[in-house]
């Protein structure tokens, strides 16, 4: 697209400071002997917000991205009144992604896991001949999927087959894409074993998760949105977790927003939260353990199966790593609080009466979440919260649009035999 510049970056490990020159997909620091992200430090302390017109692009000078993509829809910030009022909290803000023609809110696969996916592929180096792979329990898949088959980029999804109904679409995909699943009865943890599996040949890439800086700054653009908006850096930020990513990345954004010095030198109070009964991250955290407990495989799965946030169910979250989720909150401050599966269905019918959208069962975990945590005394009511509604709008882009569904090419475990060779063979 016209005019476009990337923006001037180097990668600073967080464990020892390093900096250095990002060699094109680099996850980690080869030097770093500890489990540490790495960031990226921009040139460009002083944010300039872009032209509109560039969807999420507008907001590249802290995207480590290469070019624009074709598609995107920026996160639409705004001041809540209805469900301010019900709560009595005066300054409650919604940072909205999804699908909401009103408020101008218009990503069509209705989750914030498009500001991931149009940042992570537009990191892609020029002339990448390998497929992108990306493991996911649903809405991941769901957001790359659609940017890579508008961008015609070639992309491998491995999901568990007990949530390919996640993968509708608005149109029928370019078959640049296609899906492989976990059987019946596995969870995220499988899909990801699969997509690992596919990994080890030499014909494919790994997307790398919250290790990948693109994944982390395009989620960013969720805080950033709210900067433009609010002109500040909000007290309180509230988001559902799964990973834990998102909350990684909306404190990197608060820290960088501090550089830039234009809109104050705090931290926002983090307040995550999980599905009830699956907590690896809260129960780590109130145990006040880096590390997470000791869990059983076969217990993780079954709660993971019975959540009704299912897209919160990362049984190997970046919580520990240094500048994970365990060194944001300690950092930050805040707290992890946590929801159950009645919670959800009480708020997704609050904020639909209240606000007027429909919204994903886990941005109703994040709402049960605030409210807990302000019920508790945690924040003055005033505070200047930030509601992270990471999904919504997905019930009337539905009843709006016929959907298209993803079926997958192969079925499978990655301890199958020969199960890379059929994976690569989708590619012939
Ligand atoms: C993935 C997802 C989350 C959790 O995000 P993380 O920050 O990666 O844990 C929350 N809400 C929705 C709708 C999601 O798709």
């Known amino acids: 697209m ?32 500890e489990p540490s992200l790495v960031r990226a430090i921009y040139a460009k302390k002083q944010l300039a917000f872009g032209p509109e017109t560039r969807g999420i692009y507008q907001f590249a000078d802290w995207m480590p991205v290469r070019r624009m993509l074709k598609g995107s829809a920026p996160t639409i910030t705004y001041r809540s009144e209805k469900l301010a009022a019900r709560l009595k909290l005066p300054n409650l803000h919604i940072a909205f992604s999804g699908w909401w023609p009103e408020i101008g809110a218009a990503m069509s696969t209705c989750s914030f896991k498009e500001t991931e996916a149009y940042s992570v592929c537009a990191r892609i180096p020029d002339g990448e001949k390998r ?180 897209v919160l169910s990362n049984r190997r979250p970046p919580y520990s790593v240094k500048g994970g989720v365990y060194d944001a909150l300690c950092d930050a401050g805040g707290d992890i609080e946590c929801a159950t599966n009645a919670d959800i269905a ?34 003055p009511r005033d505070s200047v919260a930030l509601l992270n509604v990471t999904g919504g709008g997905q019930a009337r882009f539905q009843r709006e649009h016929k959907c298209h569904y993803l079926k997958p090419s192969l079925i499978g475990n990655a301890s199958d035999p020969g199960i890379v060779e059929k994976i690569e063979k989708l590619f012939r």
């Open 131 to 310: 497929v992108l792979v990306v493991a996911s329990a649903g809405n991941t898949a769901r957001a790359f999927a659609k940017v890579c088959s508008e961008n015609n980029i070639p992309l491998l999804l491995s999901v568990p087959e007990e949530n390919i109904d996640a993968l509708w679409f608005e149109k029928p995909l370019n078959d640049c894409v296609k899906l492989v699943c976990s059987p019946r009865g596995t969870d995220y943890f499988d899909a990801i074993a699969l997509g690992d599996a596919a990994c080890s040949s030499p014909r494919f890439f790994a997307e790398g998760g919250a290790k990948n800086v693109a994944r982390r700054d395009g989620m960013a653009t969720t805080v950033l949105s709210a900067a433009k908006v609010l002109q500040r850096i909000p007290e309180a930020y509230f988001q559902a977790i799964g990973s834990g990513t998102g909350t990684i990345a909306a404190w990197e954004a608060n820290l960088r927003l501090i550089e830039d010095g234009r809109f104050g030198s705090h931290k926002m109070k983090l307040f995550p939260s999980q599905n009830v009964p699956f907590l690896p991250m809260y129960d780590a955290w109130k145990a006040g353990s880096r590390a997470l407990l000791p869990m059983d495989d076969e217990k993780a799965r079954l709660q993971a199966l019975e959540i009704d946030a299912k």
């Open 346 to 379: 009480a708020m997704q019918q609050l904020f639909l009466d209240t606000e007027g959208i429909d919204i994903h069962p886990a941005a109703a975990v994040a709402l049960q979440g605030m409210i807990n945590a302000f019920e508790a005394g945690k924040l």
């Open 2 to 33: 016209n005019g476009f510049e990337p923006t001037k970056y180097v990668l600073e490990t967080v464990a020892t400071g390093r900096c250095f020159e990002d060699a094109g997909w680099t996850l980690a620091d080869p030097q770093c002997q």
